[in-house]
């Protein structure tokens, strides 16, 4: 029994650094022999005297801290605790803060003034240049598209150098008809006789398939300027023959007079006049 009370006791006594700690079984009894030994006090750590040392560098501050850490119970060196001496943040009154005055705009140099009032004002340039600078290159590539569908459309170059062509008066005798190109087409320009032009001038209009006056058709009663390419398949008629002494198309019988009206024949039209100016001895076809 004695021994059971001496194990009890034993496994009951706990020690808390300078304090002692007794823990009775319940049923155990009353133990007049326990003998509670206390724990021995624990040493005094003298504290750790620092010497004035100058920490101004980075490595200095490290070592500082590394010496620190290992002066304690861990003094194997397993509690080694760094600081990250980069990373120090100064307060904000150490700050200097750049003056910026002079690059900024007049109009937002009082910074009690709202932004929103100076909005317009400050973004005047930029919509000019993005309105102006977009508007010329959209006028540019529309006329870029609209000259070359004119280009694409207009007639050869070999045509346009025939756009106008000069006739002399004086290389056609009186009674004749001479051929001449414009623009890929035959003209017929004939220097009329007296009789031929009374005869054209006393044809009755109401006769006429295609009613024309011979005086609606020429600028001067000598001279008729027909386009040779008959109203009917597009044929070249031959010049000085037919019925009526002006022009006859040997494809489908067609024939026309001295003036270049249809009399005769399946074509519907008379032939077509185009567009010239007589200047004084020269007769320009192309111009009106």
């Known amino acids: 029994m004695r021994y059971l009370t001496d194990r009890a006791a034993k496994m009951t006594t706990l020690t808390r650094s300078t304090t002692v700690a007794q823990k009775i079984i319940c049923g155990g009894g009353k133990t007049p022999n326990i003998v509670l030994v206390a724990a021995p006090a624990a040493a005094k750590v003298a504290p750790l005297q620092e010497a004035p040392v100058e920490r101004k560098t980075p490595s200095a501050m490290q070592s500082y801290a590394s010496r620190r850490a290992e002066a304690g119970l861990f003094a194997n060196g397993a509690a080694v605790k760094g600081i990250n001496v980069t990373s120090r943040r100064l307060a904000h009154t150490d700050v200097t803060f750049p003056e910026m005055s002079k690059y900024r705009r007049e109009s937002t140099l009082d910074t009690h003034k709202p932004a929103r009032e100076t909005e317009e004002q400050r973004k005047v340039m930029q919509h000019a240049i993005y309105y102006g600078a977009g508007g010329a290159m959209a006028l540019w590539s529309a006329k870029e598209v609209a000259q070359t569908l004119v280009y694409y459309k207009a007639m050869a170059a070999d045509q346009r150098a025939l756009a106008s062509i000069e006739i002399k008066m004086s290389d056609i005798p009186e009674g004749q008809t001479k051929t001449f190109e414009w623009r890929g087409k035959p003209v017929f ?28 058709r020429v600028q001067k009663d000598e001279w008729s300027v027909v386009i040779g390419v008959c109203t009917h398949l597009g044929c070249v008629p031959i010049a000085g023959a037919g019925e009526f002494g002006g022009y006859y198309c040997p494809c489908h019988g067609s024939h026309y007079d001295g003036s270049g009206r249809i009399r005769k024949g399946p074509a519907p039209l008379n032939l077509n006049v185009p567009a010239y100016v007589l200047k004084e001895d020269t007769i320009v076809v192309g111009q009106s």
């Open 189 to 216: 320009v004939k220097h009329r006789t007296a009789t031929e032009i009374a005869r054209e001038k006393a044809v009755s209009v109401s006769e006429l398939r295609h009613p024309q006056h011979d005086d609606e």
